[in-house]
Structure formats: C-alpha cells, structure tokens
C-alpha cells in the first residue's frame, strides 16, 4: 500500500545535520534518521508498508498511517497552534541501566522508537524521529488513549453532563440495563477495577479479541452488546484491579451518551482545540461509527507532547483551567491500598485510566502496547513522548530500560 507523501517542515539544514553521526547542532533541532534498529524486519526494503493482516513487517506503516488502514475520525487541530522553545543545544542525557552508563544515542540505536520527544515545560530539549518518520507523522496512541478518555469523563462531570462517577454505567447507556457491566458504577471502570472477569494477554484468542471482533464488524450490534456479552462478576466493583479494555470501551459509551456526540468530537471541543495543536489528530472508528475509548488515537509527537504538557500543569494550559485540577489530581493519586505501586497492578499503581510511578514524588505514564509512552512529572514539568514499535505487544525484556532513561531525566532535569 502506498503513503502518504511527506514534506520536512524542519529547515532542511536540519535535517543533513541530523544525519551527521556527532555533528554539532545549534538548538535542540529535530533529527531524522531514515533507519533504525531492527529496520530489515520492520520493511525497510518495501519502505515501511502499511496493511493488514498486521505484522513486525507492517507496524512502521500502521503506527504512523492508521489511516490508510481504517476508518477515522478527524480533530481539528488548534486554529493558532502554540509554538515550542528549544533548547540552546539537545541535552547531554546519561543514565544508569543495568551494566553502566548509557546515553540517548545508545538508547535510540537499540529500541525501535519511531519517535522521542522530551519537553521542560514548553522547551524542546530532545526530538527524535527513525525510520523516515517525521513531524508531519500521526503517530497510534494504543493504550494511551485511555487516558484521554478518562480526562474527558472529568470534563463532562464538571459540566453536570455526568452526575456522579459513583452512578452505573446503565444510567447513561440503558442498553446494559440487567448485565453486569451495566450494574458497575463509573468510579470503577476508571480505576480498571469493573470486577467483571475478563481475559486480555494480545494472544489473538483472548476476551479482547472477542471485544475488537465485535465491535469492528459492520454487521455485529455495536459496542453495547459487544459490552453485555461479558457478564461474569468475579469481584465486588472497585475492590479488585483487574486491567482490561472493556472497562475503558463502556466508559467511552457513557461520555458519547452523556455528551450526546463523538468522542472525537468532544476531544476536539474541550482539549485539542484549546492546546495550542499544530496539527489534526485521528481516532479511529468502529463498525457501528464509534471511537473505541480504549485505543487508536493518532497524533503527532509534538501534540502528543501537548497533551503531556496540559497533565503536567495539572489540566491547566497557560493560566485557563481546560480539565478540572481536582480531576486530574485524583486521576493521577492511588485511591485505595489495591491501586497504590507494587498492590495490583504490579510495579505500577493506577489511577483514573493512568499508571502511576512509585516513589513520594507524584510521576505518572500513559501506556500503550507496543512500546507507546507518555512520562509526566508535574513537579518539574518534564514530559518524555516515545512512540514505538516493538515487536510483542508487552513484556519485552528491553522495555524497562525506558524507565530508567525516565528516572535519569528527572534526576538531571527534574529541578
């Protein structure tokens, strides 16, 4: 499948110095590398196609042209979009991971990143782009989508378009009425906590094959039904951390009931067009016309950066409040002893649809399979983007490297 054609808005100085191994540069300008690590196994021979069925040889092209694969949504980018400071040269980074000393080079010369873009507050301090992608690329949120979704639940409580969080999800969507799901109030379903049993390990075979069949067919009964179908409680709702997609796809049924339009569409109102964005992001659409709370929002790195910067400021975006501080406070702050790090979720603790990071320092992540990462430290105002594309869809044995890259930051950073 052909692409798209890409112009370079970068100054094309820019770019022949990127690709000068060790060249000295005047600011923290974008650097583009045509390869990467791994680039014969993830189609560099065929230009990074894109296509279905998807493998490690389509993930370059699908990650970064979602919608020359599926159907999407547009949102509208900002009409004046907000320009980044650079920094006076890209920062010198060095972190410790396993046998010594790493830098940034080496980082990007052993992980498939597609992309990396490291912000201080609206100052550009590292911006990467491999395998011919660059600034003009929209770039698949996977998981991270969930965040976003979660912080559009907040926006529309304190619009009184959703009462309370403690009310059930068949309040608003009254097609789950006598299901189980339908008996779940919100709260839970934004702490990953529904109780309903639920199996999600990317096998192909799992219950979040059985959600996505459902809700891409054209011919199923959409996302409600698809919904229902789960109605086994093994947990009381909100006792019990159990990560899956169908928790985030019945929020996403509640926000396009409760706001009465496209979850797109309410992005592009409350947050999108109000960040300063330089570009249209996507979100794809399901069979029946709906975006899938839990997944394939597509933008491009800087907006990604963005969106990190509007956590990091705590919903605030240059003095007007755009998500409710208390929200995302709460969002991003373990309520009960099972979603604090090290309890449920593992090394992790979860928040309103967002990891948290341990220590007495308030950190955060957006995550998505595949290797797809926001890092937030609001203290700072350090926001790290990496976009990936890694070939399992989790547990790659290389990945918590990008934690410890994360912690050398905020240690050289973060003051």
Request: neutral net charge; charged residues 20%.
């Amino acid at each position: 499948m052909s692409l798209r054609p890409r112009r370079c808005l970068a100054p094309c100085f820019a770019l022949i110095l990127s690709l000068l191994p060790g060249a000295v540069r005047a600011e923290a300008l974008p650097v583009f590398n045509p390869s990467g690590p791994f680039a014969d196994a993830l189609g560099a021979a065929a230009g990074y196609p894109a296509g279905y069925p998807q493998t490690q040889r389509t993930l370059v092209g699908n990650f970064s042209h979602y919608d020359s694969v599926s159907r999407t949504r547009e949102v509208p980018r900002a009409s004046t979009p907000m320009p980044f400071d650079r920094a006076p040269a890209e920062i010198a980074l060095s972190y410790t991971y396993k046998d010594g000393l790493h830098t940034l080079p080496d980082y990007l010369s052993r992980h498939p990143a597609t992309g990396l873009l490291i912000l201080k507050d609206r100052t550009i301090l590292a911006e990467h782009y491999q395998y011919g992608r660059t600034e003009q690329d929209r770039f698949m949120s996977q998981s991270m989508a969930k965040t976003v979704a979660s912080m559009l639940i907040g926006i529309a409580v304190s619009q009184g378009k959703i009462h309370s969080i403690d009310d059930t999800t068949a309040s608003y969507v009254p097609e789950l009425a006598g299901s189980e799901i339908g008996a779940t109030p919100i709260r839970a379903l934004l702490h990953m906590s529904s109780g309903i049993a639920y199996r999600e390990v990317y096998d192909g075979h799992d219950d979040s094959a059985k959600l996505n069949a459902a809700i891409w067919s054209r011919t199923g009964e959409g996302a409600a039904a698809a919904a229902r179908q789960f109605n086994t409680r093994e947990a009381p709702p909100d006792t019990k951390w159990h990560y899956k997609g169908l928790d985030t796809e019945t929020l996403g049924l509640v926000l396009s009931r409760a706001t009465g339009q496209p979850i797109a569409e309410t992005l592009s109102t409350e947050i999108w067009s109000k960040i300063g964005t330089e570009a249209n992001a996507a979100w794809a659409i399901d069979g029946h016309g709906l975006e899938p709370a839990f997944c394939c929002l597509n933008a491009t790195l800087r907006d990604w950066g963005r969106f990190g910067r509007l956590l990091a400021w705590d919903g605030a975006w240059n003095g007007e409040q755009i998500i409710p501080r208390a929200w995302v406070l709460e969002a991003t702050t373990p309520a009960a002893p099972f979603l604090r790090p090290g309890a449920g979720a593992g090394y992790y603790g979860y928040g309103f649809q967002v990891w948290l990071l341990p220590g007495s320092r308030r950190q955060f992540v957006l995550l998505g399979i595949h290797g797809q990462s926001i890092y937030v430290d609001p203290l700072s105002k350090l926001v790290l983007v990496h976009t990936a594309v890694r070939a399992a869809p989790t547990g790659d044995p290389t990945q918590p490297e990008l934690g410890a890259l994360w912690r050398g930051l905020v240690a050289q950073e973060g003051t």
